[in-house]
């Protein structure tokens, strides 16, 4: 057996909290830094910013891009060698090394100095760029790296203006295929090896590497294997080039064009933050966004392509109203199904609820239930396979948000709700972005009620049965909060429009207000404000409180306290 730190995404080489300081001279001022903090951190812990290509503070250090070249100095000894001091016990001078050291693989010690902006190190970086610039192919108006290309961006602010090259750029294989969701442009790989070092260290998934010598070095996979981990599409966004792009987006959409909004993953409980990329109501990729606490810097391939069905030609984007589309707006449907709905007696109403809905959602159909007296309600329990890395084993994003609320009785209803459908006793059945077959009724079963009102994105034996459908909202399309199975309370912002332009929070608030609830609740922070006031844990939170990386809620969830350790597996 062998402790392997390759799965676990938390992993990073930066000093621990409690690292000693010492002092170093940047750039001509002392400051104090953790001992052992690289050069590169360092800039960016000043608000400085050292470029570099193939450090990544999640990978081990390969020092092979040089681009993050500086001068360093040591202070000047006296015979004994002992650094001179001044009267502030700082040394009062450097010794400055000739030759220029990489930042990302200097650790700092007590009086060193750096020069990062000095004349050498500006000049040392223009050599830097134009020897990766010689063989690169100019093809930056094809390349769906542009507007994200690192080397477009420090060509443009450490490069020249023009190239001294005349000779014929060595050309390399094009259009590589390496797995199902990658494809490769050798020619514009610039050999920093951040895939490489992913795939082996992140992943343990060691298929990636580099063959041939000089000009004509290459990336490839190890003989008969493929890059075809769940997790390879996070090489795209860390390739600082064009090289690595995905089949998924490529040639879709510029991503100077895309609108970013902030949110979270909802293909599992944990919730990875990630940034949502959109344009004229259209979604066209996720990117994990950066959060210690929840996904560090990576997302799973199938949370980030799970989006396919907010733009699926079969979706479900006009209301149904006995089973015909209307084409009215919410405000003029509105009556016609609250009376319907309040007909029926509390007793011969069930509803199957989905743990896919926000907190605030959620919150609104309980108070509604119950001010209703609806007492048989249950949510669809799903799970799968976790693996050792990110995805958790709910398959749902929002069990601990539902469990709190009161809304889910985690598939323990499932008979008691099929049995009463069976029985003739309930009429009404409420299918709210679930599929009734779920819990085990069948067509014939659903043919038995009187009333079937359904939400969905997709058509599903629910709704083709339904009596009235409403289209509902995807992930993308909400502005809410879930809680993810470790407790974390996060948000969901809203990147695109849902079809009908009314939000599935603002249908269940106006339900519950037709139907003879409560009323006074007309936005979000007001609905997270009445929640707040009914379950502790929530208290002296609001809405806006929650922020863009959540808050961790106590005594809530399943424990995390062995997430950031490392994990043991066959040597």
Known sequence: ???????????????????????????????????????????????????????????????????????????????????????????????????????CATKVNEGMGIR?????????????????????????????????CKLQEYSSDYGTAESRFVEQKVKKPKNVDLGERIV?????????????????????????????????NTLTCHPGRRFDNEYSLNTVDICPVGALTSKDFRFKMRVWFLKETKSICTSCGRGCNVTIGSRQNDVYRLTPRGNEDVNS??????????????????????????????????TAILPHMAAKLTSYDPKEVAVIASAQMTNEEAFLMKSWLDEWGVE?????????????????????????????????QNGQAHRKIADAVRSGQVKCLIAWHENAEAIGLTKEDLETLDFILATSILPNQTTELADDVIPGSGFAEKKGSMINVFGRLQRLNEAAQPPTGVSDWEMLRDLRASAGGGNGLHTLEEIFKAMAAQHSVLNGLTFSKIGDGGTQL??????????????????
């Not at 009267?87 to 450097?94: E, I």
């Not at 192919?137 to 094809?142: A, E, K, R, T, V």
């Not at 969830?557 to 597996?569: K, L, P």
């Open 554 to 571: 106590e005594g809530i969830g399943a424990s995390s306290s062995d997430r950031n350790a490392s994990v043991e597996v066959e040597a």
């Open 1 to 103: 057996m062998k402790t392997a730190t390759a799965m676990n995404p938390f992993n990073h080489d930066l000093p621990k909290e409690g690292t000693p300081e010492v002092n170093v001279h940047y750039n001509g001022k002392w400051i104090k830094v953790p001992k052992g903090t690289n050069v590169v951190e360092i800039a960016r812990l000043q608000g400085d910013f050292l470029p570099h290509y193939c450090y990544h503070p999640k990978l081990s250090i390969s020092g092979n891009c040089r681009m993050c070249l500086f001068e360093m100095g040591m202070p000047k000894s006296d015979k004994d060698r002992k650094p001179i001091l001044g009267d502030d016990g700082l040394p009062v001078d450097h010794n400055w090394i000739p030759k220029p050291q990489i930042g």
């Open 184 to 216: 490769l442009d050798d020619e514009r790989c610039i050999l920093c090896s951040r895939c490489v070092r992913f795939a082996d260290e992140v992943m343990d998934d060691d298929v990636l590497g580099f063959v041939n010598r000089g000009s004509h």
């Open 376 to 408: 048989l309600y249950d949510t669809v329990p799903r799970t799968w396979q976790a693996d050792r890395f990110l995805k958790v084993d709910d398959q749902n994003p929002n069990t601990t948000g539902l469990n709190l609320i009161g809304l889910s």
């Open 297 to 330: 810097q990576w997302m799973c391939d199938y949370g980030r392509l799970n989006i396919h069905d907010l733009g699926n030609e079969n979706r479900i984007r006009q209301f149904s109203i006995g089973g015909h589309e209307e084409h009215s707006h919410w």
């Open 116 to 148: 990062t902006h000095s004349p050498l190190a500006e000049e040392c970086r223009r050599g830097v760029m134009e020897f990766l610039l010689i063989n690169h192919p100019l093809d930056c108006p094809i390349c769906d790296q542009a507007g994200e």
